[in-house]
Nanobody
Framework: QVQLVESGGGLVQAGGSLRLSCAAS????????MGWFRQAPGKEREFVAA????????YYADSVKGRFTISRDNAENTVYLQMNSLKPEDTAVYYC????????????????WGQGTQVTVSS
């Protein structure tokens, strides 16, 4: 069983940047794909980005493409989400999760989730 802990969230002005981290413990995540999702109040959880086990393949939601970058450090058992040019509509709780299926953008294919970290972007 793996435990995932997100950090790095906070309050930032529109146009600013944040870097989220997802630290895994309990076992290595180096052989699995990982993803980031977010959930805003009153909305469903939505896909943000995903990365395969090696980091060679990355996937992004259209809404964040060109602004967010997902990366991983398998030696540190950690996944990152660099968020630039933040917009108020990026405000949400951000979750990292371990992929257990073939489809990267669907939350039902993720088995382990962190507790989330709040990102608030002010206008």
């Amino acid at each position: 069983q793996v435990q995932l802990v997100e950090s790095g969230g906070g309050l930032v002005q529109a146009g600013g940047s944040l870097r989220l981290s997802c630290a895994a413990s309990g076992r290595a995540i180096s052989s699995v794909a990982m993803g980031w999702f977010r959930q805003a109040p009153g909305k469903e959880r939505e896909f943000v980005a995903a990365i395969n086990w090696s980091g060679a393949n990355r996937y992004y939601a259209d809404s964040v493409k060109g602004r967010f970058t997902i990366s991983r450090d398998n030696a540190e058992n950690t996944v990152y989400l660099q968020m630039n040019s933040l917009k108020p509509e990026d405000t949400a709780v951000y979750y990292c999760a371990e992929n257990q299926g073939a489809l990267m953008a669907h939350p039902e294919f993720y088995g382990y989730w962190g507790q989330g970290t709040q990102v608030t972007v002010s206008s």
